[in-house]
């Protein structure tokens, strides 16, 4: 039943991811900066404020992102495997990296030096301890994401964001408005290839990895464990490699020489990798249980000492959480041990001594696993291959 739920679980995460980079939607608060009409939209981490995204309207048509060119960028582009659009501005070029393809998007830029002097002087102005990332355009919306960079300071972050991208917002307004302007009458038809597979490609490396942390959480509630845990991850390293191999194959021959391809390359080889293993590990052993047809097989293992962790919860005024663990030694380890969450009132009734029972199995691909099934007080003694199973 779980090795179909991870399945299921990775294709709804699949949707949303493509929801989430193919819409690329957020909703902010109606506001003014420099005088210019505007949304706005906070980012933060738990309560942390971090960063302002400021969004204007454009036309539809167009979808690219603006960067600082950076190393990566630079080496990708000598090797050819990466091209990007080249106006012939020297500010502008050797500052800026345009991910896109979109013919469109390269006659509006083309000879326009009002656009691609507004752009470097976006990207080259800094202030109030804040730096602009990037500048994005999708579905009509096109935003610039700033960030907080002087923690030391002593004004608000918030204050200093909003400076900061109330006065780049005359330089932001013109991008928009020459974005708006009529098109060339030689305009090419031709949109961006590229977007649908590096969107295809990147829905699939991060889908990996957020659905493989769904099912280790679901995971994390179970009374059932992995005993061999090192041969799982050890079995779960061949197929994860050649998933990862197939989404890089995949990334280099449909992206090549395109301008997106080594940002799809890299994440993939970050994110995917990461990915790619977990989710091969949980469904190899969900697999595992699953398919296992050997008979259970009862151990008693005593238990060395008890200990309580006490933890807090998220927030500033949160509660203290207590975890009361029973502790054991690791009977595939000779040097480790496990440690098994419990109830209060179990905690308190189990002595140093006394024996945790569970129910072992083989495991279909060799990977042991067993079930914690209650204890037993330490009169009783066990058998030596309970002991040593």
């Known amino acids: 039943m779980w090795f179909s739920l991870g399945l299921i679980t990775l294709l709804i995460t699949l949707a949303f991811q493509w929801r989430y980079r193919w819409v690329r939607a957020w909703s902010g608060e109606l506001d003014s900066l420099g005088g210019k009409s505007c949304e706005t939209g906070l980012r933060s981490i738990r309560g942390l ?63 326009n030096t009002r656009l691609l002097h507004a752009a470097q002087h976006l990207f080259a102005t800094q202030g109030s301890g804040c730096r602009l990332g990037r500048v994005a355009c999708a579905n009509g919306r096109m935003w610039m994401e700033w960030r907080a960079q002087d923690w030391a300071s002593d004004d608000p972050i918030e204050e200093r964001l909003r400076e900061a991208a ?15 302007s009529d098109p060339p009458a030689s305009l090419p038809r031709e949109r961006d290839r590229f977007l649908l597979p590096s969107v295809l490609i990147l829905c699939m490396s991060s889908g990996l990895a957020i659905s493989a942390a769904v099912s280790w959480g679901r995971i994390a509630f179970e009374s059932t464990f992995i005993v061999d845990l090192a041969r799982l991850w050890t079995l779960s390293l061949l197929p994860a490699s050649l998933l990862l191999a197939a989404m890089v194959v995949t990334a280099v021959v449909l992206l090549r020489r395109s301008a997106r391809m080594h940002l799809v390359l890299l994440e993939v080889l970050f994110v995917g990798s990461i990915g790619a293993l977990l989710f091969t590990a949980v469904e190899l052993r969900d697999a595992n249980i699953a398919l296992d047809p050997s008979t259970e097989t009862l151990l008693l293992i005593p238990v060395d000492w008890k200990k309580i962790e006490t933890r807090r919860g998220r927030g500033l005024f949160s509660e203290k959480r207590e975890s009361h663990q029973l502790i054991v030694r690791d009977w595939a380890s000779a040097e480790g041990v496990r440690s098994f969450t419990v109830s209060k009132q179990t905690f308190d009734q189990v002595q140093q001594g006394d024996f945790l029972k569970f129910k072992q199995r083989a495991g279909y691909f060799g990977i042991r696993w067993a079930i914690f099934s209650g204890w037993e007080p330490g009169t009783k003694q066990p058998q030596p291959n309970q002991l040593n199973p």
Do not use: C
């Open 49 to 111: 404020v971090y960063g302002l995204r400021v969004a204007v309207d454009v036309p539809t048509e167009f979808r690219f992102e603006l960067k600082r060119e950076n190393g990566w960028d630079r080496f990708f582009k000598w090797t050819g495997l990466a091209v990007e659009f080249q106006f012939g501005h020297m500010g502008f070029d050797p500052l800026i990296y345009v991910a896109s393809n979109d013919d469109h998007l390269k006659s509006r830029f083309s000879n």
């Open 166 to 180: 109330a006065s780049a917002m005359a330089d932001f307004s013109i991008l928009a408005k020459e974005l708006w």
